[in-house]
Nanobody, 119 residues
């Protein structure tokens, strides 16, 4: 069994910063991609950023230049540094990890952490 535990959400004023963490534990096998999605009230879950096991990152346009994804492979942990936060960044943020164990790869999700940005 694999568990992803998130932390770091909270309430912040516009222009502020938060750092989210997501640690994978259990029989994770080999972790390939990790990343973050978010879901605002009344909206579909949307991709925010991804990072490969070798550290290559990708971002959606609305967070480029403001958010930074990173990971510590020794700790099976992915981070999301969020700067210059805007009210429209308010959402529940979910991390994921693609874990490879015979016979294949499964995606596991964190429980979600609330980020609220006040204007």
């Amino acid at each position: 069994q694999v568990q992803l535990v998130e932390s770091g959400g909270g309430l912040v004023q516009a222009g502020g910063s938060l750092r989210l963490s997501c640690a994978a534990a259990g029989n994770v096998g080999s972790i390939n991609d990790m990343g973050w999605y978010r879901q605002a009230p009344g909206k579909q879950r949307e991709l925010v950023a991804t990072i490969t096991s070798s550290g290559t990152s990708n971002y959606v346009d609305f967070v480029k230049g403001r958010f930074t994804i990173s990971r510590d492979n020794a700790k099976n942990t992915v981070y999301l540094q969020m700067n210059s936060l805007k009210p429209e960044d308010t959402a529940v943020y979910y991390c994921y990890a693609d874990c490879s164990r015979f016979p294949g790869t499964l995606r596991y999700w964190g429980q979600g952490t609330q980020v609220t940005v006040s204007s």
